[in-house]
């Protein structure tokens, strides 16, 4: 069952921008790591960008970074992911997660997830 709920999944040409968000932080109590997550058609989940909260520290997977923004609004409890410049191969699921455990980078390192939103770039 999931437990976040994400939103601002769509169908955008090459070059299009999306915002998604994630809601539901607040029933958690480890909430140091909130991050964007995604799953190509047939691979495996992969993550996006990911903040720490405790010191602000922001990762990005190096196919996101400079085009994708990730940031977190503490006081609405709410995780964005401004996509900008989507490209073909950022078609994906996309899914936030919190309640992490070890480094807070790999996927299985994650306890809680959302029930994804899709997102398909045209060329």
């Known amino acids: 069952q999931a437990q976040l709920a994400e939103s601002g999944g769509g169908s955008v040409e090459t070059g299009g921008s999306l915002r998604l968000s994630c809601i539901g932080f607040e029933r958690y109590q480890n909430r140091a790591c909130m991050g964007w997550f995604r799953q190509p058609p047939g691979k495996e989940r992969e993550g996006v960008a990911i903040?720490?909260?405790?010191?602000?520290?922001?990762w990005y997977d190096h196919s996101v970074e400079g085009r994708f923004i990730v940031s977190a609004d503490t006081a609405k409890n709410t995780l964005y992911l401004q996509m900008n410049g989507l490209q073909p191969e950022d078609t994906a699921m996309y899914f936030c997660?919190?309640?992490?455990?070890?480094?807070?980078?790999?996927?299985?390192?994650?306890?809680?997830w959302g029930q994804g939103t899709q997102v398909t770039v045209a060329s």
């Open positions: 997660a919190t309640d992490c455990r070890g480094q807070g980078r790999r996927p299985d390192e994650f306890l809680i």
């Open positions: 903040v720490y909260i405790h010191d602000g520290d922001k």
